[in-house]
């Protein structure tokens, strides 16, 4: 049995086509299906975050959800961890999957290496270089505890033979989120979530997140007067994480007439949303990476990235906040050339992880 470990956003928009995939052996001209368990450990937990993804993506119901919640680092990683070894142990997994870089992500795979569980990581070799990222900590262990490693980006294959990663357990084998993003891509009707949320011809997409963007008061209340001399220049729809909430509502991010607030957006709204953005101004890892394939210009509130490829091959380039609005002005008035798409990124990449994990348990 192969278990699919997910908790957080993200991971349910990469975990969809790898799961279809090997749910589908036979049609892919393979043998018998192996038997796949989904557990949700709970991270995230609202409607908007969870359930949204699970009905519009073609997930299966998770057949548990251990319910762990919020809470800071140490706390959510351990009881995650207290909870996937009772099941582990219950169910020996001959494979434990694991997908991106959030707490779920390094609990399942710190709990299933010392069960003895080999470990299969997508996304593994991302790297921000910025250990204050929190995601950076757990790329980096959980690609030392991984026995199949599936990367997206061919660099990502360089910063594991230098971390002294076997690369022969490296798969090059493509984005599994642009999988989901092409396999959607005749629902996202950009007219309809413009009339929703009565939007104009012309608007931007905000999304923050990072806790380096939305922890500190101070910052955010830096981020929130550009984003007011954004909406100066061209209206922004922002749908709200709920990590920064509360600081930049406080900051009173709502008080001016051409920003609007939404609740987080299900998968195909918010794609058509961006699809028909004149920018998008981020600190998502996702969205830096459904920019380059859409041609949106994509403006990261980062000092780094851990997908350098979405500036080179995409419409991506990090930003500084004294800079955001100089950029967006920018992006308002230049044409997105001509972009070579990243290599393998072809909605293929279900298939190619399926086949790999086929091989590993046939054999
Ligand atoms: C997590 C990931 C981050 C990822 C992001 C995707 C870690 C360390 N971070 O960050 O890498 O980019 O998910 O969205 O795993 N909350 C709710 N409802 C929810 C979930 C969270 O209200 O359904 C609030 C809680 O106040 C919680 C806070 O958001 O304390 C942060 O949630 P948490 O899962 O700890 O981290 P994220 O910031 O969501
Ligand atoms: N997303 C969404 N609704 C939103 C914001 C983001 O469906 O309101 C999607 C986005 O398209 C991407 C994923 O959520 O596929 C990324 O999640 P997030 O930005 O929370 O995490 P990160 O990628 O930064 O880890």
Redesign the pocket.
């Known amino acids: 049995m192969i278990a699919h470990v997910l908790g ?3 991971n349910f928009v990469k975990a969809a086509p790898v799961i279809a995939a090997l749910s589908d052996r036979r049609r892919r001209g393979g043998g018998p299906e192996h038997e796949q368990r989904v557990i949700h450990t709970g ?4 409607e908007r ?2 359930e949204v993804f699970f009905r519009e993506l073609g997930l299966p119901e998770p057949d548990v959800n251990l319910g762990v919640g ?1 809470g800071s ?1 140490a706390a ?1 990683t351990a009881a995650i961890m207290i909870a996937l070894e009772k099941e582990f142990i219950e169910r020996s997994p001959e494979l434990v999957i694991v997908y991106g ?4 992500t390094i609990a399942a795979a710190l709990v299933a290496a010392k069960l003895h569980i080999p470990v299969a990581h997508v996304e593994a070799g991302l790297r921000s270089f910025d250990m204050t990222m ?2 950076e900590v ?1 790329r980096r262990l959980v690609d030392q505890l991984s026995d199949l490693l599936f990367v997206t980006s061919p660099e990502a294959i360089g910063h594991l033979a230098a971390e002294g990663v076997d690369v022969g357990r490296v798969h090059f084998v493509g984005n599994p989120m642009i999988d989901t993003l092409l396999s959607h891509i005749d629902s996202f009707d950009t007219e309809a979530v413009r009339a929703a949320h009565g939007l104009p011809a012309r608007y931007i997409v905000a999304t923050l ?1 990072r ?1 380096a963007n939305v922890d500190d008061p101070e910052v955010a209340a830096g981020l929130v007067k550009r984003l007011h001399e954004i909406a100066d220049l061209a209206d922004i729809v922002m749908p709200v ?3 920064g909430r509360k600081v930049l509502t406080e900051a009173g991010l709502d008080d001016h007439p051409r920003v609007t607030l939404l609740e987080p957006l299900g998968y195909v709204d918010f794609i058509a949303a961006v699809r028909g953005a004149v920018a998008v101004v981020t600190d ?2 996702g969205v830096q990476e459904e920019t380059t394939i859409l041609g949106v210009p994509c403006l990261t509130v980062r000092p780094n990235t851990e997908r350098p490829i979405t500036i080179t091959h995409g419409t991506n380039r990090l930003v500084t906040a004294e800079g955001l609005v100089a950029a967006v002005e920018q992006a308002l008035v230049s044409v997105t050339g001509e972009r070579e798409v990243p290599p393998l990124w072809d909605g293929m990449a279900g298939p190619r992880i399926a086949r790999v994990v086929e091989e590993r348990l046939d054999g």
């Open positions: 957080a956003r993200p991270q995230h937990y609202d975050m969870s919020s680092h959510q870089d959030v707490n779920s929190p995601e757990n997140h806790p994480h709920p990590r998502s890892g």
